[in-house]
């Protein structure tokens, strides 16, 4: 991102690193690809060849999805960010409700040890599920499911629900910790256990079986999988403001205390802090598109709507249709002045706006009022764009943006 945004100005540039600047326009975000490995380099979400090296690959792989399943929102918290709002659920880009996906070999071996029966491989030929005997699990060759937050895509994960103006250290901090506290978990059990294989073979079942509702191989953006998430229990945190809360939820204070990450009074902090960065961008932007609009928008749509008047009064006198013009010109002053009436009341909004100190009542009211105007007027502008003429227009069009070489 730094060096992006310095080489850009070494050209007289500005590298735009937000999220979603355009509608209807996919949005720019990051991959984090994510895995664990030993002093040595040995990865440990790397499916191997022999039964015990696959016993290892699955009980980190079942670590990371119980972590997952019960972290969901602090997950999705560490992605929140208004950017990244406008981007997550549409045009490539993931929902926003955390899912895994394994693809279809890897989700048949959890699913033949979730019903204690045999494994079939890709050739059909069956291998016994125990823990002594476990078959070689293939690299992942299915497609990557774009639409998926979280995808297994053969030795690590892909985490893609981070926005292109954030950095990766807070996510990978929260997968860290995430492990960190189910392993434990897991070496507590494990190491107290008389019968090591027969313990792991019932700590993988019970695990894949309680938090098999977190993997999901489907398409996010169907409508169908918001009822099902929702049938699962699985959370629907839809923006920044929903999001923040997970910060001061107690277990989440409690898991990032216990390891020593943060403590109580910095994850209050956190809280604090993107909520009032959200209010202050909202407010930035709110009141920049009001400037735009009454400075320049207004009044190019007015001068270019005097024109047609004009045109229309001159037909008319010499008896000639006007059909077109006086069609296009209700619909400019329509709009405009729909757009006028808009942006009065985004004025009206950001100045009864409470003080953004960090709370989430002043956050809900930026995203319910001011967002709420500021979007509506958007949509009109960019209505009010493809009617008026270019001559006209004060800003480059989307076209100009685009599609200009």
Not at 34 to 55: F, I
Not at 102 to 123: F, K
Not at 210 to 226: K, L, P, V
Request: charged share 25%; glycine share 6%; net charge negative.
């Amino acid at each position: 991102m730094a060096m992006l945004k310095k080489v850009a100005d070494r050209h007289g540039l500005v590298c735009l690193l937000h999220e979603k600047p355009f509608a209807g326009v996919n949005g720019s975000g990051k991959h984090d690809n994510w895995s664990l490995a030993t002093d040595t380099g040995e990865n440990l979400l790397k499916p191997g060849k022999t039964p015990s090296q696959n016993a290892q690959f699955l009980l980190f792989l079942a670590a990371f999805i119980k972590g997952v399943d019960e972290y969901q929102d602090i997950l999705r918290c560490c992605v929140s960010y208004p950017g990244n709002d406008l981007r997550l659920g549409g045009n490539e880009a993931p929902p926003a409700v955390i899912s895994i996906f394994l693809g279809d070999e890897l989700t048949a071996v959890l699913d033949s040890i979730i019903q204690g029966t045999e494994y079939v491989d890709m050739t059909k030929k069956k291998l016994a599920i125990g823990i002594d005997t476990l078959p070689e699990i293939p690299q992942d060759t299915t497609d990557r499911n774009r639409t998926s937050p979280l995808a297994f895509t053969g030795n690590k994960f892909e985490f893609r629900m981070l926005g292109s103006s954030q950095s990766i250290a807070s996510p990978n901090t929260v997968l860290n910790t995430i492990m960190a506290e189910e392993l434990g978990r897991f070496a507590d059990i494990l190491e107290k256990a008389e019968d090591f294989n027969t313990a792991l073979q019932a700590l993988l079942h019970d695990t894949f079986k309680a938090h098999q509702r977190i993997i999901f191989n489907g398409n996010g953006y169907d409508e169908s999988w918001a009822e099902e998430a929702k049938r699962r229990g699985l959370s629907n945190l839809r923006d920044t403001v929903d999001s923040m809360p997970a910060y001061i939820d107690s277990k989440n204070i409690k898991l990032f205390t216990d390891h020593g990450v943060f403590s109580e009074a910095e994850m209050r902090a956190r809280y604090g802090i993107h909520l009032e960065n959200y209010c202050k961008i909202t407010a930035i932007e709110a009141n920049t598109l009001l400037v735009m609009i009454r400075r320049s928008i207004f009044p190019a749509v007015s001068r270019y709507t005097g024109e047609l008047a004009k045109t229309v009064q001159r037909k008319k006198a010499l008896y000639l249709d006007c059909a077109a013009e006086t069609d296009l010109l209700q619909q400019l002053s329509g709009l405009n002045d729909e757009l006028y009436e808009t942006a009065k009341a985004m004025a009206k909004a950001l100045e009864d706006a409470p003080s953004s100190d960090g709370d989430i009542a002043s956050a809900r009211y930026y995203r319910d009022v001011v967002y709420a105007l500021e979007y509506k007027a958007s949509h009109l502008v960019n209505k009010l764009e493809t009617y008026t003429s270019a001559e006209f227009w004060p800003y480059p069009t989307y076209a100009d943006i685009l599609f200009s070489v």
